[in-house]
């Protein structure tokens, strides 16, 4: 059967992994991972994939590939590890010690310790499987027990092998504004390599998630297939190597390049994780599967509540002050938002930042833009009745700013050569803990002095070229891995004092959106591009990953002959919020958004805390149909978007997906402009779970404009 292909079975391969004498059985709900230890000690992936019935039948796997392939050895192909030791030597080899499982209701952790026979050096696989979301998160500890230092060159968080007829990968490319392009293409021979080299902002060429289907494409409904994603806000690597037997090894972590790691005697390497489910039903239960873990267990406050707010960035840029400022807390209140969110402009004296040529790093208030400083702000908002956010960008400079005449020693720049900017900054060396003190110290002072501020934008908004480290002086081949250790180092210290204070992840739009930099940020920016045609693309792709309430989409002018319905109903797919001038609004305009808060915090459980279904992919017609159903199954949010349709395009029913079948539903569009009613003939009429699932609905009678959409409630009577 090709579904069962995915076993690893005893290939006979370069190496000889013999019959097993132990094997380490990982499951959950739906799927099994089988590690075998080999009589030679070695440990092997036996299988990976649906899981057995009859347990009885695990015993019968035996072999399978070195689950963690070291270098210099017999090994022939791309290594997990590769140590050289103090000697000159370059081989390892992992014998299985020992290992530990501890079970609990639905969290089960294994460690499996290896140890290299000649050498003192120490590897830990660490695994924690996540039972009801069918997720399994791995990462590797590596202990050095030599005398002397020893090099890494490679320092993989895990490797994963599979064995089938065809492997079709998934993967999100982009760059500034188009960021997460989703491209699926069949893996040939050889090693294809997704990574990144940026080294702060490193998502915006390609992202760190991908999936791969075994024996075919899958699609949302059917197929096997592994999605997987690295918890790291750095330079990552993924290799997809398929070698010469049709075998297929996909490595994750850290990006070894320019990145050589000295460890010191008992010294321990932590890679970051490697948060993977294996899908037995496409690609949409492997989104769900994320999801549901992404809320349980790993982003901050998952369970919790988000605010609405209102950016005055694409309003007023840095063009502003306190009165303008004011009458904007008016303008959110009036749409219903809960919070003013005031962005880049504030800051800067000496260099008062009216572009983004000058002040950043000097972070205190600019007196002529705001004589009465943050606090001020803070209290007219509390007055007037929403809470106040601010934007900061603490891990950049500008060469015109006076932290750049006081420090130039806490810069990441070559020290004979010419500085190169980006967006006319400089990235600070955070490796140093002086400047670890001051990047927390700027959260700090302004939580001290103003402790009403509700929310915070973290910006970053340049990735690092000729990057040199005046703090690590020889050991240069550590900056970018110190580097992101380091921003974990202030975001734990944040988080110590201010465990719950919401802070945005942005990264001059989607430069940074990764599992652990969600440990400490309730949501992120997807793209500096809010054009709502182009965000259904792109909160379409981060949405394989990424649950919406992580996803933060803003109502903006963007977009030409986009009407402000259709990018309301866009941006409420996601986390909604405002950048735009609302006293632009026309009355009904007003009308229409005020409302349209208010549906959204109605409904916004649904869409964040529910299953997604996207069921009509943007990519396959000119439309994209996605819904949202809440775990009682009681409640669905159904978002219809008409892209690029042409006159004669004859767009068919739509089925729903993960409705009770037995249940009767009642079908309502919402979110209407004010004066229109709906064109739907099946509004407000009531249907069976299974009617809708089957038969299905037609979503856009009549002609579907381009440019136009509906929302629709499903409710359980
Ligand atoms: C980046 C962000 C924007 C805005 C500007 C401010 O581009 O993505 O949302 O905050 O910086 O300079």
Known sequence: MKKLLSLSLALIFTFNLCAQTRQILLETKNIALVLSVGNNQRVAQSYLGKK??????????????????????ENQFEPAIRMIHADGNPSLELRYVSHQSNKTDNVSTTDIVLKDPVYASEIILHYITYFNEDIIKTWTEIKQGEKKPVMLTEYASSMLHFTADEYWLTQFHGDWAREVNMVEEKLTNGIKTIESKLGTRTNFYQTQTFMVSLNGRSTETEGELVAGSL?????????????????????????????????????????????????????????????????????????GQRMVLLNNWEATHTSFNEKRLVELFDEGKKIGADLFLLDDGWFGNKFPRNDDKAGLGDWQEDTTKLPNGIGYLVKQAEAKGIKFGIW???????????????????????????????????????????????????VDHLMTKSPGVAFIKWDCNRSMTNAYSPYLKEKQSH???????????????????????????????????????????????????????????????????????????????????????????????????????????????????????????????????????????????????????????????????????????????????????????????????????????????????????????????????????????????
């Open 479 to 717: 900056l970018f891995i110190e580097y992101t250790r380091s921003l974990y180092k202030v975001m734990q210290r944040i988080r110590a004092k201010y465990p719950k204070l919401p802070i945005m992840l942005c990264s001059g739009g989607g430069g940074r959106a990764d599992y652990e930099a969600l440990k400490y940020f309730t949501e992120f920016w997807p793209s500096d591009n809010t054009d709502a045609l182009e965000r259904i693309y792109i909160q379409w792709g981060y949405s394989y990953f990424f649950p919406a309430l992580t996803i933060s989409a803003h109502v903006t002018s963007m977009g030409k002959n986009q009407s402000l319905k259709f990018r309301t109903d866009v941006a409420m797919m996601g986390k909604l919020g405002y950048d735009i001038r609302v006293n632009s609004f026309t009355p009904q305009e007003l009308q229409f958004s005020t409302e349209a808060v208010k549906t959204y915090k109605r409904i916004s459980d649904v869409i964040w805390k529910g299953d997604i279904y996207r069921l009509i992919s943007p990519y396959d017609e000119p439309r994209a149909v996605v819904m949202y159903v809440s775990e009682d199954k009681n409640k669905a949010v159904v978002f219809n978007y008409n892209t690029t349709t042409r006159r004669k395009d004859i767009l068919s029913k739509v089925a729903l997906q993960g409705l009770d079948a037995k249940k009767n539903y009642r079908l309502k569009e919402i979110n209407l402009f004010p004066e229109t009613k709906s064109g739907q003939p099946d509004n407000d009429k009531i249907f069976t779970g299974e009617y809708l699932m089957n038969i299905g609905l037609n979503l856009t009678p009549g002609r579907a404009l381009p440019l136009t959409s509906n929302v629709y409630e499903v409710s359980a009577e």
């Open 231 to 303: 918890g790291w806000t750095g330079n990552f690597q993924y290799t997809f190597e398929v070698d010469q037997r049709n075998g297929l090894r996909i490595r994750s972590g850290i990006n070894p390049f320019a990145s050589e790691y000295y460890l010191q005697p008992g010294e321990t390497f932590k890679t970051p994780e490697f948060i993977f489910t294996y899908s037995l039903n496409g690609k949409g239960q492997a989104s769900r599967n994320l999801h549901r873990w992404a809320r349980n267990y790993a982003i901050l406050d998952g369970k």
């Open 52 to 73: 057995f019935s009859a347990a009885a039948d695990y015993a019968k796997l035996s072999g399978g590939r070195e689950v963690y392939l070291t270098a210099g050895m």
């Open 392 to 442: 900061l960008e603490p891990e950049m400079v500008n060469p015109k700013s006076e932290l750049y005449e006081q420090h130039p020693e806490w810069i990441l720049k070559l020290p004979n050569r010419a500085e190169d900017y980006g967006r006319n900054q400089l990235v600070l060396d955070l490796t140093n803990p002086e400047v670890q003190d001051f990047v927390y110290s700027v």
